[in-house]
Structure formats: C-alpha cells, structure tokens
C-alpha cells in the first residue's frame, strides 16, 4: 500500500537559512514560534513606548491571525507579510509533498543544508552502476531506502572479501578498506546523515573497485 503524501511547511529566512518545518496541522505552532521569536527581539531592543509607537499595530494584526480557531497556509502567508514589515529579514514558506516516512529524514536534512540543496540533490536519487566502462543498471532509492542500501552495500563488500580472501592476504591488502566500511558503519549507527555517509562509501567502493573496472555513481 502507497502511504498518502503530506505537505511539509519550510520557513525560510532570506532563502539560506531555516526557521523551521511544519506539518499541514503544525501551522498554528508555527506561527507562534515566530510570534514568539520577533517578539523577544523587539523586547530587547525597543522599550515599551517604542513598541507602543512603531510596532503595536502591526503586531495585533498577527496577534489577531492567532487567535482563529483554525489556521490554513493562506493565513501563514499572510502572518509572513505582516511579519516581513517588523523584522530586516525575509521570511517565506515553501510547501512540498513528501512521503510521511521520510519526514524526520527530510526535517534533518533540509535543517543542515538548507531548502535549496533539498530541492537540487535530496528528492531523487539515483545510482548508476559501471562495469568495464559500460551502465549496467539504474537504481533510483527513495529517502528512507538509503540506509538500506548502505548497509546491504557493506555487507556485500565484507562478504566478498571473506570469501575471495585468506586472512593473510585481507591483512595484506584489504585491511585498511575494511576498517574504512566499518568507520562508515559506525557513522551511520552514529546519526550522520545518510546521504553524507552514502557519498563517503561511495567513494571508497570506487577507489578500491577501480582495478577491477567497478564504480557507483551518484547521477547529479
């Protein structure tokens, strides 16, 4: 079965940096964030008859978005508006649909590198397999397939030197690449990102698979 597709809400400050990501029923918490966060810059460097004189109007508008009953993304947007005129930043939100599977994967990945490089490098990744120069095979995971696709990796690996090996000749020649599957490992199972750890083993599968004419790529 096909999960449903969410709206994950991206809050984006001057295009680079993020101020947070909301779900479709998040919206109202959200816009109190935000609320809460201009507010606190404006207790620190207004008193309050300045507030009184350059910001009260504004901010019983938002104020006033608050307090419905039930918030949408037309009144985020409209917050966002109003709020642009208090603050020297630019604030937007950006909407996208995501499998809901892959939102904690999504939250942390655009909350490090930024909405922009979601948008270029996350979405759709696909892999092309070389042998002796030629495509042999296109693999496209899915966000929540990377991992697996790590570990089944490394276990391929591992169990192919096992296997072709003897335990002189992996001292001799494969030691160093194994410790490097294993440091891999152990970022993975340490919460470093997925798609860091999978362009880093990527690497050095292809370093070590050079002379047998085998690479992965990452199709940018």
């Not at 460097?45 to 949408?72: G, S």
């Not at 397999?129 to 696709?149: G, M, N, S």
């Not at 003897?166 to 490097?180: H, P, V």
């Not at 919460?191 to 050095?204: A, K, P, T």
Request: glycine share 2%; net charge negative.
């Amino acid at each position: 079965m096909i999960e449903q597709l969410v709206e994950l809400n991206v809050i984006t400050i001057d295009e680079v940096d993020i101020f947070g990501n909301y779900l479709e029923d998040e919206l109202f918490d959200a816009m109190k964030d935000l609320f809460v966060s201009l507010k606190d810059e404006i207790d620190k460097h207004y008193t309050i008859d300045e507030q009184l004189e350059y910001h009260y109007d504004e901010l019983i508008k938002l104020y006033e978005i608050l307090k419905k009953p039930q918030v949408d993304l037309s009144n985020l947007k409209q917050f966002l508006n109003i709020y642009n005129d208090l603050t020297p930043n630019h604030y937007e939100v950006n909407t996208i649909e995501i499998d809901p599977s892959d939102e904690a994967l999504i939250n942390r990945y655009i909350s490090k590198y930024g909405f922009k490089n979601y948008q270029i490098n996350f979405q759709k990744l696909k892999l092309e397999f070389y042998e002796d120069e030629q495509a042999t095979k296109l693999v496209e995971l899915k966000p929540h397939e990377i991992e697996d696709f790590i570990i089944n990796l490394l276990i391929e690996e591992t169990e192919f030197i096992r296997i072709n090996y003897t335990g002189e000749e992996i001292i001799e020649w494969k030691f160093d690449y194994l410790s490097e599957l294993k440091k891999q490992k152990n970022a993975l199972d340490n919460g470093v990102l997925e798609l860091i750890v999978l362009e880093q083993l990527l690497d050095q599968y292809n370093c070590e698979n050079e002379c047998l004419n085998k690479r992965i790529e990452i199709v940018k």
